[in-house]
Every structure is written in C-alpha cells, then in structure tokens.
C-alpha cells in the first residue's frame, strides 16, 4: 500500500548509528508489516555505512512514498539523534513513533498505541510506552520486561525513566510540546536519554502517560545497545554502582539543567516540585533534615522500595 508520507498519521522517526544491516533490514520490513499501514518513516543516521545506507536506499525503493528523508544525523549521540528528528516533524503529523535500528516490532504495535492514545483528550499531551521482550541477538526470547507497578508522574520521572523510547508514541499535543522544547534540550550539556526527557517533559507540562505492559517489540540484547534493558538483575546492579560512583548525580545536574531552561513549559506544581528537588541535592550536607525535607517537597520517588531507599541515601550523602 502506497501512502503520502506528507499525509500520513503516524510518523516513524528511525535513529541509525552504525547499523548491522540485517538488522537493520529486519527493523524495516516489520515496520512494512504494520497492521496500521497508514505510517511514513524518517531515517537519521549518525554513523552510516555503506551496507545500511544501500539496505536504506532498497526500502525506499520497495516502499514508495512511505520514506519522507534520509539524512546525516547530527553526530553528538544517540539522545541529540532523536532530538533533531523530532524537530523535523512536519505540522500535519497526528503521531509520532520512535524506533531504533535494531529491534523488531511486532505487527500490532503502532495499531495498539494509536488505540491507546485515541482515548486521550487530543488537548492533553499523552506520551505512550510499552513493554518489550528482551531477546539475544539472534531474537531468542530471553524474558518479558514486567511493567513497573507505581503511577507514571513528574516526581517519579525526576529520579526515573520507565519508558523505553524504542517503544514510544506521541500525540499531536505532545509533539508540540516537544518540538518547541528540543532547543532548550539541546542547549548547555543537553540530555542523558532522550526517553527520559520526554517523560519529563510531558509530565511536567501537566500531560500523561499511556502504559501498555504487554510487550510490542522484541529488542535485541547486545554489546553495542546504546542503553539496555533496565529490569535485569544486572541493570539493578549497575543503577546501585550509579548511585555510588556518582553518576545518578550527574545526569540528576544535566536534567535539572535542562528542565530549569524550559521551566516555563511546566505547570506551575511542577516548577514548585523541580526547585525542590535542586534543593535537596544542593543544600549543605551538614542539613541532612533540611535535604530531606526538600526531598519529600519535591514528591519524588522511584518504582521499588529499595530504589526510593537508595534515593533517600543518595540525598543524605550528596550523591543525589
């Protein structure tokens, strides 16, 4: 089925960066497979190869009229990669879907977002995020992320990101949103994850989450995932050494940072819940009642008891 990519509902922004091109191909051909068929796609390449260029160029040519541009992604990492594509989303497009290069979806995964976000007021900036079946490399399934139990909130997505971008789609209102606010991501140290800022973003602008916990995609586990699956005992692990070498603390300064430059998006409780927040990780250590309190002021909390009692342990000993 031939479609306008002008005209289409749902835009696929598809970030490339050296990309295996039978991976790459079999990501492509289960987009061709969606049961929503009215989608265009936009390919942002930060490391092009000669292989995945010429995969690239044989979609387009078996799919005409769905690929709206291939371009040379902006080359500071995967985060600005998907900034700049969703700075390109044409004023016409109903929905936007993130993609990475080297999962595959299962057929019904943009038909069950676009359900999803249907039921939302289009006013609302709704963002949606399901889980994913964590596979091998070679796609044996290895186990289902479970879906996380707690709300989907601006305080939790000041210490957490619970959604994987891979699986993300935004409605009309949200692109909006983000789109206007991708300079002031992109400016200073920029972003951590662009998934992240996203669940920031829109939760912070009074917008909601759409949480579908049955899996849409299989996503690959492997060596060069940009960032992998974060429900593995050894994610947990790797999130407690974050907290001890200071690394939760840092990418806390480059979100705070680039949240305080587009303050003026957020409602006005969450302006109130971000100062708190940059108090509890900047009052005198000597305060620790002080840093607590300002913790609780910013209603912040993570998704396991353990996390939200490394978090208050990170705010007592400055590594928050």
């Known amino acids: 089925m031939a479609v306008s990519a002008e005209a289409a509902r749902i ?8 990309s295996a091109p039978g991976w790459l191909a079999e990501q492509l051909d289960s987009i061709a497979a969606q049961q929503q068929a ?14 995945s260029a010429a995969v690239a160029m044989a979609f387009a040519a078996r799919h005409p009229g769905r690929v709206l541009d291939r371009r040379a992604g902006p080359g500071r990492g995967f985060a600005a990669n998907f900034l700049s594509l969703l700075a390109a989303v044409p004023g016409g497009t109903a929905r936007v879907a993130l993609a990475d290069h080297d999962d595959v979806w299962f057929p019904d995964k943009l038909a069950r977002a ?8 289009p006013a609302v900036p709704a963002l949606y995020a399901a889980g994913t079946l964590v596979c091998a490399a070679d796609l044996t399934p290895i186990a289902a992320v479970p879906p996380f139990p707690r709300p989907a909130t601006f305080g939790n997505a000041l210490v957490q990101s619970i959604g994987g971008g891979n699986t993300m789609m935004l409605n009309r209102a949200a692109i909006d949103l983000v789109r206007a606010a991708v300079p002031e991501a992109m400016a200073g140290e920029g972003i951590v994850a662009h998934d992240w800022w996203l669940y920031q973003v829109v939760t912070g602008a009074g917008g909601v989450v759409v949480r579908d916990p049955g899996p849409v995609l299989a996503y690959r586990q492997h060596g060069g995932n940009a960032i992998g ?4 005992p050894r994610a947990r692990a790797a999130r407690l050494v974050g907290f001890v070498t200071g690394r939760f603390q840092r990418w806390n300064a480059v979100n705070v940072a680039a949240l305080g430059r587009s303050a003026h998006r957020l409602t006005p409780a969450a302006r109130a819940q971000l100062a708190a927040f940059a108090a509890a990780r900047t009052l005198p250590l000597w305060r620790p009642q002080a ?14 008891g ?3 009692l490394a978090l208050h342990i990170a705010c007592l000993t400055g590594r928050l």
């Open 11 to 18: 835009l696929v922004l598809l970030a490339m960066y050296r």
């Open 38 to 51: 009215d989608w265009a796609l936009i390919l942002s390449d930060d490391g092009p190869t000669p292989d």
């Open 114 to 121: 676009d359900a999803a976000l249907a039921a939302v007021d």
């Open 229 to 232: 699956a974060n429900r593995s």
């Open 291 to 304: 840093r607590l309190a300002a913790l609780r002021a910013a209603g912040v909390y993570r998704q396991s």
């Open 306 to 308: 353990l996390d939200d």
